[in-house]
Structure formats: C-alpha cells, structure tokens
C-alpha cells in the first residue's frame, strides 16, 4: 500500500486534513480543532531492474484534538479502522503543552509498493 492510498482514506474521515501543517492566514484561518496533519518524513527507492522500482516510504499521521475523551476515543477507533486496520503502526499520545491540545501521533514506517516502468 502507497502513502497516498493512506493519505486518501485519512481524507474520507471528515476532519480538516493538512500536509506537514495548517497555514493560518486572515481569509483562511486554521480549522477549529479536531483536524489532522499527516508528514512524509522519509522515503526511497530500492531494486531497480529499469522495469520495475521498490518504492519504500514513512508516514505520519497527526490527530489534534482539545481533549482526551470519549470523542476523541471515536475518532482514534474510527482512524484505526478505517484507516490504519491493514497496516502495521505505532501509536502516540501527549499533551502539547505550548498548544494546549492533545496530539495522537500514528508511526508508519516501510511502506512497500512495486512501481513498474517509469516514475
């Protein structure tokens, strides 16, 4: 499974979606809380035979929420049905003090998939 499948099914959950994060202005100000941000921290390609690219990648995907409550117990079980229920993760919780929101983290790390011809 791709990073961008992942990424799509993230989408369909209904929160605010980001890429590495909300950029508040006046005329478009950063959603209200819940939303996600997801990060591609790192990726390669491996085996190339020039018909066929492993393509190897990480993925992080970033709930903020207000509280850790029921609510927010709801929207983690339905990102880890959802979403996450084929694939192996790590899962985070802290408080982020300077915010003051909780963030739960989910770890994806190696995420295999075959690209064959070009990129």
């Not at 791709?2 to 989408?11: F, L, T």
């Not at 190339?48 to 990648?57: F, N």
């Amino acid at each position: 499974m791709r990073a961008a499948e992942i990424i799509k099914k993230v989408q369909r959950i209904g929160i605010p979606v980001a890429r590495n994060a909300f950029e508040g202005t006046v005329d478009d100000p950063v959603p209200e809380l819940p939303y996600i941000v997801y990060l591609q921290p790192h990726g390669r390609g491996r085996g190339s035979d020039s018909k066929i690219l492993l393509i190897e990648e990480d993925l992080d995907i970033e709930l903020y929420t207000e509280k850790d409550d029921e609510k927010t117990d709801i929207i983690r079980k339905q990102i880890e049905a959802e979403v996450l229920a084929d694939v192996e993760h790590e899962k985070f919780i802290a408080y982020i003090e300077e915010e003051e929101c909780f963030q739960t983290a989910y770890e994806i790390r190696s995420l295999l998939s075959k690209v064959k011809g070009e990129i």
